[in-house]
């Protein structure tokens, strides 16, 4: 079983940057893929980027491609989405996500789900 909590979140203006954090409990977490996600209010879950088990391989959504950036740290167990350039419509709640394989691009949905943690950008 593994746990996450995702911190970080709060109100920033558009241009700024802003550094989620993603907690994990669980001793295999060394060994999952991680993926973070947003919701916005009146939209579907949004995948935004994704981490394999050891950091060397990341991928991303194009509407935040160049923008965000997932990185991991294994010692710590926690994954960490540094977003920039942030506009209004980055505006939701954001979400990380843990899928019990090595690497994020296989089928199925992430086993494990934060509770998510709220991002404003106020323009």
């Known amino acids: 079983q593994v746990q996450l909590v995702e911190s970080g979140g709060g109100l920033v203006q558009t241009g700024g940057s802003l550094r989620l954090s993603c907690a994990a409990s669980?001793?295999?977490?060394?060994?999952?893929?991680m993926g973070w996600f947003r919701r916005a209010p009146g939209k579907e879950r949004e995948f935004l980027g994704a981490?394999?088990?050891?950091?060397?391989?990341?991928y991303y959504a194009d509407s935040v491609k160049g923008r965000f950036t997932v990185s991991r740290d294994n010692a710590k167990n926690t994954v960490y989405l540094q977003m920039s350039n942030l506009k209004p419509e980055d505006t939701a709640v954001y979400y990380c996500?843990?899928?019990?394989?090595?690497?994020?691009?296989?089928?199925?949905?992430?086993?494990?789900w934060g509770q998510g943690t709220q991002v404003t950008v106020s323009s």
């Open positions: 996500a843990a899928k019990t394989t090595t690497t994020w691009r296989t089928s199925g949905l992430p086993s494990y």
């Open positions: 981490i394999n088990w050891s950091g060397s391989s990341t």
């Open positions: 669980g001793r295999s977490f060394s060994s999952y893929a």
